[in-house]
């Protein structure tokens, strides 16, 4: 039973920089592969940046450059860092998870959602 909670989210100025942490309760798996997702008003969820067991990274060509996806297996924690931010990043980040593996652009394929966090850059 994999829970996830989202926090480092807030209220920026054009070009600032945030750092999402996402932290996962029952989570033994290093396996897993993790990503972070992200939803405006009026938008479809979209993929932002995943990783897998493996160390491979994917990016969403809107974000590459300037966010960073890392993760630590040994405290079960997710972060996203999120660098030269734009008013166009302003979403729900969602913090996600799957066990069997996932695409940043099938967000079906991920079995585990945390709260979400809002970001907002103005």
């Known amino acids: 039973h994999v829970q996830l909670v989202e926090s480092g989210g807030g209220s920026v100025q054009a070009g600032g920089s945030l750092r999402l942490t996402c932290a996962a309760s029952?989570?033994?798996?290093?396996?897993?592969?993790m990503a972070w997702f992200r939803q405006a008003p009026g938008k479809e969820r979209e993929g932002v940046a995943g990783?897998?067991?493996?160390?491979?990274?994917s990016y969403a060509d809107s974000v590459k450059g300037r966010f960073s996806i890392s993760k630590d297996n040994a405290k079960n924690t997710l972060y996203l860092q999120m660098n030269s931010l734009k008013p166009e990043d302003t979403a729900m980040y969602y913090c996600?998870?799957?066990?069997?593996?996932?695409?940043?652009?099938?967000?079906?394929?991920?079995?585990?959602w945390g709260q979400g966090t809002q970001v907002t850059v103005s």
């Open positions: 990783t897998d067991s493996g160390g491979h990274t």
């Open positions: 029952g989570y033994t798996d290093s396996s897993y592969c």
């Open positions: 996600a998870a799957s066990r069997y593996g996932g695409s940043l652009y099938r967000a079906s394929d991920y079995n585990y």
